[in-house]
């Protein structure tokens, strides 16, 4: 089985509990609109919120610029980055984020996700440490490591340092590409699947679920 076919597999036997799995607290301090939650289902929440931010942006809201610092730094909960970081963020294109690599991946990754969710996915500690350990761990041969983010989750870290060694073992590093080839893996996963997620539900059962498979190095 290739990484292809085993994120496949996963993402297909974790769609149908994604309602239940996937938890995110919904902030609503400073937000730039009006707003209300319809539902008081996490995912159901974040699908609604990132679908309202888009269409706020594709208007060209005058709150564009607060609404896309509000999502990585209120909802999620990124606070180390400086203001002109944020900005920069804001200011520059999608095509020349993603030529960034991993620097501040976990901000501006969450901008590409408000600003065309049909598109891009947000990459963070806790979708690493998913992708990694369906490579390194359920395929029969796979050569892809994704490159691992800090995290304050003690879990993801305490794992991180056994993937780490096994990419050494295996002389792995991440490709230069790997967000775009995270994008397209999450697309082919779509079509391949018969459309029973897209790419945001893909990459919500990774973060969901990335605990659970983070105990794979651990236990």
Known sequence: MNFQEALNSYLLANVNKIHQSYEWDFPTKNFPLPYAKKSNNDYQNSLELRGFIHNALKLKSE??????????????????NAQSTLDEYVRTS????????????????????VRDPSSFAIYDARVAMSLN????????????????????????????SA?????????????????????????????????????????????????????????
């Open 63 to 80: 709150k564009s610029v607060e609404l896309q610092i509000w999502y990585v730094r209120d909802w999620g909960g990124v606070k180390t």
């Open 94 to 113: 999608s095509e020349c984020l993603i030529e960034k690599e991993e620097k501040g991946i976990a901000s501006w990754s969450k901008m590409l996700s």
């Open 133 to 160: 350990t369906i490579s390194l761990a359920q395929t029969s041969s796979s050569n892809l490591l994704f490159p691992q983010l800090s995290s304050r989750n003690k879990k993801i870290v305490a794992a991180q």
């Open 163 to 219: 993937v780490t060694k096994r990419a050494k073992a295996l002389a792995l590093r991440p490709d230069k590409g790997f967000y775009k080839n995270y994008l397209s893996f999450l697309s082919q996963a779509v079509m391949q699947c018969g459309n029973k997620f897209d790419i945001q539900t893909a990459e919500m059962i990774l973060f969901a679920n990335a605990e659970i498979l983070a105990a794979h190095w651990t236990s």
